[in-house]
């Protein structure tokens, strides 16, 4: 996509957007300009866009206001939101940190294949490594994070028809669909081979063998029915994708302390109401995929596969010795691999290193 379909895909709902919030004659009203979750998700339909059309203006008395649209409405990928935040074209975005994570990999430091066991364990690193993100964004993109949230759990997927005693083993060798760098290194450390695919794409390269396996979240795989062409779920905690939502700072600079204080209490309801709602998606889709009961259809009826004791250590040994050490490889500097230990690693118990 080049930058001038981009921006001409931009121009008609960002005019007469100039760098920043529009601010009314009188300096008390701001409406910013929003690239919001994309628009097929909950985070936009249940979240993003109630908050951002009435329960920010309420909360506010009217003082500030949005024109959200969400980001591939805006005939974007995702890839180019920080960019655009950079350069001051969006106020406020809703961005997934993969998108950022090849500029930026501390982005994703909480993020790690594989680190995450649990959503209360994404809270609690997310809670300690905040003030790294806030650093880096600021630094890299004069942004700023006003919420941060997780989709449901990502997990391996497989096309084994006929196949009897599917264990960690029976990943070998196998070609997985991989949807980040170090969802990839944990696959190598397993002896699979990811295969980057893009998603829309994942169901006929299983049914052509192009894949065997696909990574990705619980959600995705019910909602988009992909569970049509596989046969097994294999319970791999890969962690969690995360999000956050973050405004450009001259735009945040612009507010009055009342108006700061108001987005940021509002949005740290919606970060809590966000992922309140990982949660109940997460219980659910482990359900759907599986036997049920399923709340949003028919269960899908794959065969689970539960990693024993012995391939559990197996998948430890693989974060610690191969995931954290690319991590570390990546991050480049020591400054930035003794924030991850001091923070991430500090709340779980690991180390990375060189």
Known sequence: MTRQYVM?????ILLPFCGQAAVAADNNA???????????????TDFQKPYFNEILPKASDGSMTANAVPFDQLGLTGFELMRLMKKGTIDIASVTMNYVT??????NGGSLGGITPNLAAFEKVYSAYRPVIERELATKYNAKPLALFAWPQNQIFCNFPGQKDVTL??????KIR??????????????AVPVTIPFGEVVTALQRGTVDCQSASLLGTYTQKIYEVLTHKIAINLGYSAS?????????????PKQQEILSTSMADLEHRMQEKTAQLEADMQRCLTNGPCPDGKPAGLIEVVPTKEEAAKIKDVIENRVLKRYAERCNTQACIDD??????ATLGLKAWK
């Open 8 to 12: 001409s895909a931009l121009a008609g």
């Open 30 to 44: 701001t409406k910013f300009e929003v690239a919001a979750e994309l628009s097929s998700t909950h985070w936009y």
């Open 102 to 107: 090849q500029d930026s990999p501390a982005l």
């Open 169 to 174: 083993a029976s990943l070998k060798g196998k």
């Open 178 to 191: 991989s949807f980040a760098t170090t969802v990839s290194d944990l696959m190598e450390g397993l002896g």
């Open 244 to 256: 956050f939502i973050v405004i450009n700072l001259d735009t945040w600079n612009n507010l009055t």
């Open 340 to 345: 991850w230990n001091s923070t991430v690693g």
